[in-house]
């Protein structure tokens, strides 16, 4: 989870978004500085380099998903890297493992109060509920805070929580992941000082339960040294993205690929602008249905675009969302010819969803194809090689190859590692290299 953030952090800060949000945190000095990815010789607070470095792991929506829904790593590793430079005593790496298990801890817990939390979200966008918590709790951990302090940054941090999903799709977006972060550490930080809140503000219908409305919390098993804990994340479900879009879109990319393909073994040269009609049925959901996306975030979040992209190139890559793929007029006329439907089984949810694709062609003749679990599923997760060579290709866009290849043998190393905070120099390792075809695609 750590290389797979860092990796999509990396190539995140080639963004507008993210220049944006470092232009604008530029303008901030303080006595303590962290590293800002991607940037050689740039430093900021740790509050603002906690928020720039997470709008670029979410700024191309590139960042692992977990069930119940939710980014949980994004909200939680550049507060956490942030912190460790600036600390008198640095952390270990096993120091920074467990900081950051117990932030996934936090937010794993807490959506498991809830059935709504497992469906694909429409009020809040989680990672602002959850991942504000879980950057307070990971924080907390790594500063070393007593349990009361904990109980006090999690209040804290739960007054800045929460961001609407109309924001979805926009470039407004990947500042939820920041905004988690930088909050969740101001939190700690704050509990640090002596600041405190409501104790009870997990457990009361007007505190954590707003965001979740059939939240109900309940005791989690006594520790006691004779007693094995088990953590969330030893049965956790995890989703490694192969292509920079909302999850759901996998589903879609891969039943196109599957369809493609089927058009082409039986018409060797089938012309696809011959396409008639395109059917997608996949689950009902406003903030991911959108027939004709004007900008690439739209474009990550539309069943229709990323239908389209891989029915005509066989792959959904990086570049698929550039301006001059998504521009082509071949493209654009395939659009027109997609069609909607929802049936009642297939359910708004990570772990239950389908996409199915039939094509209609002009001379008649019919095309299906079925996506139950894409590649990168938690049911079909992607291989350690495969997680490597995503997090190569996407940190080569920005570092030399000799940094990437540190960074890998130093999460690999983590727990023998002194010092984690020296991996912050490892991002600042730039060098504008000529980024080689992601092999990571639809392509399965």
Known sequence: MMLDTLGVGLLGTSTPVFN?????????????????????????????????????????????????????????????????????????????????????????????????????PKRFHPPTVVGVLGSAAATAKLLGLSPAQCVAALAIACSSAGAPMANAATQTKPLHLGNAGRWGLEASQLALLGLQGNKQILDLESGFRNFYQDYIPHHLAKVSPTTQYRWVLEDQDIAFKRFPAHLGMHWVADAAVKVRAKILANEPNADLNQIKRITLRVPSSRYIDCPLPATEHQARHSFQFNCCSALLDGEVTVDSFSSKLMDRKALKELLLKVHLENPQDNQASFDKMYCEIVVEMNHGETYTARCNTFYGHWRNPLSQEHLVRKFKANASTVL?????????????SLETIPDCSVLGSYMQFHKHVHREEVCYSAKV
């Open 400 to 412: 030399t190859k000799d940094a990437g290849d540190g960074i890998v043998e130093f999460i690999d």
């Open 20 to 120: 944006v949000a470092f232009q604008h945190s530029k303008r901030f000095q303080a006595q303590e500085n962290s590293s800002v990815w991607g940037r050689p010789e740039s430093f900021l607070p740790p509050y603002y380099a906690a928020f720039v470095n997470g709008v670029a792991v979410h700024s191309m929506d590139f960042d692992d998903t977990w069930h119940p829904a939710t980014h949980p790593s994004g909200a939680m590793l550049p507060a956490l890297l942030a912190l460790a430079e600036t600390l008198p005593s640095k952390p270990s790496g096993l120091e920074l493992l467990l900081a950051f298990n117990v932030g996934l801890e936090v937010q794993g817990r807490l959506m498991r109060f809830s059935k709504e939390a497992h469906n694909i």
